[in-house]
Nanobody, 116 residues
Framework: QVQLVESGGGLVQAGGPLRLSCAAS????????MAWYRQAPGKQRELVAA???????TYADSVKGRFGISRDNAKNTVYMQMNNLKFEDTDVYYC??????????WGQGTQVTVSS
């Protein structure tokens, strides 16, 4: 299983930017899909953005045009640049990884709080 460590969360004013990082314990070029999910208390975890080993990206409709996911294979790190943050983006954000074989992996989560 891949160990994932998120960082970069915090408190930001509405309209501001924030960048999340997810450092993996293994070379991410061997990981098929890496993604960011978010979850609010009492709600289901939802996909925010995903990136494949071939750098194909997918975004939730609510973040299209504002968030960007990228991967740096040399640093074994996936990033998510979040711009024009809204109050409703407040959540705990989780990093996710899935190889072609083996279980999926989750990070411990990082809190993002957007003040209105």
């Amino acid at each position: 299983q891949v160990q994932l460590v998120e960082s970069g969360g915090g408190l930001v004013q509405a309209g501001g930017p924030l960048r999340l990082s997810c450092a993996a314990s293994t070379t991410i070029s061997s990981i098929n899909v890496m993604a960011w999910y978010r979850q609010a208390p009492g709600k289901q975890r939802e996909l925010v953005a995903a990136i494949t080993s071939g750098s194909t990206t997918t975004y939730a409709d609510s973040v299209k045009g504002r968030f960007g996911i990228s991967r740096d294979n040399a640093k074994n790190t996936v990033y998510m640049q979040m711009n024009n943050l809204k109050f409703e983006d407040t959540d705990v954000y989780y990093c996710y990884a899935k190889k072609s074989v083996g279980p999926q992996s989750w990070g411990q989560g990082t809190q993002v709080t957007v003040s209105s």
